[in-house]
């Protein structure tokens, strides 16, 4: 407590090198700050995405990781939600209960500490983070890539079981996933989208975002789930997870038609719910048009690359169909994780199966390679 510490961490010292694992120095937790030993990590596309430099808000050199979970070590002056030996979850958007985003019933993008999180930064302006005497970033407020991080009071929750006085711990090598593709695919369903009892869903992309909305759509009792993806592997294992239709718009014969128009025209006038979980955005388009005409509704969560742009003729929503967007699902994420660890736990969502690779964390370049190419859904690195 209040020492320097020295670790092990995987720095991106610059866009597309190899995350190199070095030695750092992790200062002690600031007011209102804690300092956490990060036990597991996965890679989200999003991780690859920063490091691949077609994000101009990646900054180097810096600790990237955002999907994690882990055990406080010390706290800073002020914390009072949280004592060491407590299990956690860091949250890459923050929730502090005061700001005007907080206090809308609305939105989950708490403003906070947002401008200096953006920036690679603390709250006070300043990293935590040093090796071999430069200052290394922090990434997302979370940066899980190492063995401690260190992040806002309001960008931290306890991962355990609210309801549960008997077993309060939930296992940290599962719910780390809870810190992003899993929450945010299924809030996109029971948060943004509210879908219905007896809807028609389309998803594009099946990995583990894609795979979340299914999921929820699946508990929300829908009655038609399609999954599109490039990737036949994609498509066969997505039916484990609740797809009833599965689309390769590579191979399949569209008879000189574009795939919306397919879809409409084979599934009914199109779907009460489209969501793209690819961040390609000719996807988006044919999402959005893929949704029925008069309500239905499209949901774009991947994201697009640096400077693109989404369209579609604006007819389309003018005729009755909704296009918007969701991030961490919608999730005000302080009061919601630890609910969604008891789904969890009371297996209403599953977090397992979304688990293809376990992995040591000196592995972490392998579980990178695997995002990219599409291979298995998450990695779970021990760290
Ligand atoms: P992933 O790489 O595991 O999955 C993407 C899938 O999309 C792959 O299976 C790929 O084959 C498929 N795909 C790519 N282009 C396609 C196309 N044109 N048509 C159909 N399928 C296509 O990634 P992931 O971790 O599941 O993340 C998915 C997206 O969501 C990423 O863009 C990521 O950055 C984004 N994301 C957003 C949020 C948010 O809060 N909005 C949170 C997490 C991830
Ligand atoms: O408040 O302006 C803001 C941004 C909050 C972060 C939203 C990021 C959502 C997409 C990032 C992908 C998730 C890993
Ligand atoms: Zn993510
Ligand atoms: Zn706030």
Redesign the pocket.
């Known amino acids: 407590e209040g020492k320097v510490i020295s670790c092990k961490a995987a720095v991106a010292w610059e866009a597309q090198k190899p995350l190199s694992i070095e030695t750092i120095e992790v200062a002690p937790p600031k007011a209102h700050e804690v300092r956490i030993m990060i036990t597991h990590t996965a890679v989200?596309?999003?991780d690859w995405?920063s490091w691949s430099g077609k994000d101009p808000e990646g900054i180097f050199p810096s600790i990237l990781g955002h999907e994690g979970a882990g055990i406080v070590e010390s706290v800073g002056e002020g914390v009072t939600g949280f004592k060491p030996g407590d299990h956690v979850i860091p949250l890459f958007v923050p929730q502090c209960k005061e700001c005007d985003f907080c206090k809308h019933p609305k939105t989950n993008l708490c403003q906070k500490i947002r401008i200096q999180q953006g920036r690679g930064y603390m709250p006070d302006g300043t990293s935590r983070f040093t090796c071999k005497g430069k200052e290394l970033k922090h990434y997302m407020g979370t940066s899980t890539f190492s063995e401690y991080t260190v992040v806002a009071d309001i960008s931290l929750c306890k991962a355990k079981l609210l309801l549960s006085q008997i077993n309060p711990s939930a296992p940290l090598n599962t719910v780390c996933l809870l810190g992003?593709?899993i929450s945010?695919?299924y809030g996109a369903t029971v948060n943004t989208c509210k879908v219905e009892q007896g809807a028609t869903v389309a998803v594009?992309?099946?990995?583990?975002?894609?795979?979340s909305v299914v999921m929820g759509a699946k508990v929300a009792g829908a009655k038609q789930i399609v999954g599109?993806?490039?990737?036949d592997e994609?498509l066969e294992a997505a039916k484990a997870f609740g797809v009833t239709h599965t689309v390769n718009?590579k191979t399949i014969d569209l008879g000189g038609k574009k795939l919306q128009e397919w879809l409409v025209e084979n599934f009914n006038g199109g779907f009460d719910f489209t969501f793209d979980?690819?961040?390609?955005v000719?996807?988006m388009r044919?999402a959005l048009e893929s949704a029925h005409k008069g309500w239905g509704e499209s949901c774009?969560?991947?994201?697009?690359a640096a400077g693109e742009e989404i369209s579609t003729r604006p007819f389309q929503l003018v005729t009755g169909r909704v296009w918007k967007?969701?991030?961490?699902?919608g999730w005000k994420s302080v009061d919601s994780v630890p609910k969604l660890v008891d789904e969890y736990m009371n297996k209403k969502i599953q977090l397992d199966d979304f688990v293809t690779h376990r992995a040591e964390f000196d592995q972490i370049n392998d579980a990178f390679d695997m995002?990219?190419h599409?291979k298995g859904?998450r990695t779970v690195l021990t760290v």
């Not at 594009?204 to 795979?211: E, H, I, K």
């Not at 979980?277 to 390609?280: A, E, L």
């Not at 774009?300 to 697009?304: E, F, K, N």
């Not at 967007?325 to 699902?329: I, V």
């Open positions: 989200c596309h999003t995405y992003c593709g945010t695919g594009w992309g099946l990995g583990t975002v894609g795979l599109v993806d490039m990737i994609k718009p979980c690819t961040g390609n000719g996807a044919q774009i969560i991947g994201v697009a967007g969701t991030a961490f699902g995002i990219h599409g859904l």
